[in-house]
């Protein structure tokens, strides 16, 4: 499994110690795409980058690669990601969250908010939502639905 990661300069620290622990589990390829300094950056062009090298594939229930987001509230990384076709990006805080978007929504990109979870819940959250297979069923006709627009 591959792992695509970013984060803004409030999440950079998160990130790293998210990376060291993901590494250490050595079950899966981390890509850091930065940023690796706290100096001020825009959190939209980091949820671009993963957004723009993530494969996404709706038809299967495991992930083959996934991105984690990091950013002081997650919510602006998971906004501007799910502006792109065929991501799914959930804002996680709490395991069971981390667990319904991904066997409910199919989530394809954890967003974590850096100002409000430890590096443990952090790691416990991306754990599950790593472990955690889409439901299929009667979710994929709703998922299918976040893809097409009425307006």
Known sequence: MKILIASDHAGVELKSKVI???????????????????????????ANLICQQLKTDEDTPALKEFGILICGSGQGMAIRANRYKNIRAALVYNNEIAALSREHNN?????????????????????????????????????????????
Not at 20 to 46: C, H, I, K, M, W
Not at 129 to 140: I, L, V, Y
């Open 20 to 46: 060291e622990a993901l590494r250490f589990q050595n079950t899966v390829e981390v890509v850091d795409y930065g940023p690796n300094s706290t100096e001020s950056v825009d959190y939209p062009d980091f």
């Open 107 to 151: 989530a394809n990109i954890i967003c974590i908010g850096a100002r409000s979870a430890s590096a443990d819940e952090a790691i416990q959250w991306i754990n599950t939502f790593k472990e955690t297979a889409f439901a299929q069923g009667r979710h994929q006709t709703r998922v299918a639905k976040l893809g097409n627009p009425t307006a």
